[in-house]
């Protein structure tokens, strides 16, 4: 899927494209029949809301879940990354965020690339986020809200918040918030939620400024998120477990476009359970490890 030159204008201008209906629902089937028994697992990678059991993020499915192997793999989303950046990308987080029905919590406001830059030491914003969604997502069901432009603006003045949610973020200030709303057309556009049905597909700059409210209604809203990275801009430091922040950097080899309705071989290294080593942690950059060994 190549974009056109009226695509790539309006990314560089609002920071984000839609496109509804991307996938099937027959393509969305086999992810969203996986989902329950991966959200069961009690394991690290399955983030759940405070004080709840409601999954709120779900990590690194595409390393141990056949169908999110393929979901990984497949040029409908991984392509117009490539073409964008003219560069081969590697995965740098994979989630599936359930923002379930009546339990679903906030998503306050921040950039993705702060937390990239500020926990993983990525060199540049030279990555970003494909969406898909699993299920139909509506203005009641806590959709994603963008403020459209904000990523002009590169990195902005971010605090570590380690209390509103389950899940640490580095969170931008209301007054900054109100300012970049106003700036991109207040009531009129300032703020926009692409909604769709399953199969519905967001690709968003990673210095995109967006945010996304609880779900109070009685629909799931869970989406899937691939982070991808360009290969050359791969992240300096390892502070956080290899299931939120990879330390694969080989770029991706696309499946057919066919992958999610047949069966193709995939790697599925965590099968057999999260290895020791993706838990380890540090906060020195592993350039100066290695001068140091
Ligand atoms: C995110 O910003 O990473 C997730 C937001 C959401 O799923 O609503
Ligand atoms: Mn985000």
């Known amino acids: 899927m190549k974009l056109t030159k009226e695509q790539l204008e309006q990314f560089d201008r609002e920071g984000y494209l839609f496109f509804p209906q991307q996938f099937t629902r027959e393509e969305m089937k086999a992810l969203t029949d996986e989902v329950p028994q991966l959200y069961s697992r009690r394991e690290a990678y399955n983030v759940r809301e405070k004080g709840k059991d409601a999954v709120r993020t779900n990590f690194a499915a595409h390393m141990y879940s056949k169908p999110f192997a393929k979901l990984a793999r497949h040029p409908r989303m991984v392509r117009p990354v490539m ?106 556009g300032g703020i926009v939620s692409p909604k769709g049905p399953a199969g519905s597909m967001i690709l968003f700059h990673s210095c995109l400024v967006h945010a996304s409210s609880s779900n109070l209604s009685p629909w799931n809203r869970v989406s899937v998120y691939l982070s991808l990275c360009a290969v050359s801009n791969h992240i300096r430091r390892f502070k956080r477990p290899e299931y939120i922040a990879h330390r694969d950097f080989t770029g991706i080899e696309c499946l057919p476009d066919d992958c999610l309705l047949k069966d193709y071989p995939v790697d599925l290294p965590w099968k057999d359970g999260v290895p020791a080593s993706a838990m380890q942690t540090t906060s020195v950059p592993f350039d100066e490890m290695k001068k140091a060994a």
Not at 154 to 169: F, I
């Open 83 to 188: 073409d964008l950046f003219d560069e081969q990308v590697y995965m740098h987080q994979f989630k599936i965020n359930g923002k379930m029905a009546f339990e679903g919590d906030v998503w306050q406001w921040h950039q993705d690339y702060g937390t990239w830059l500020n926990d993983d030491m990525m060199p540049t914003e030279r990555a970003m986020n494909v969406a898909i969604f699993l299920d139909d997502v509506n203005e009641y069901n806590g959709p994603l809200m963008f403020i459209p432009g904000s990523h002009k603006k590169g990195v902005v003045e971010a605090k570590h918040d380690l209390t509103t949610t389950s899940y640490p973020l580095w969170t931008v200030d209301h007054a900054l918030i109100a300012k970049l709303v106003e700036r991109a057309g207040g009531k009129s």
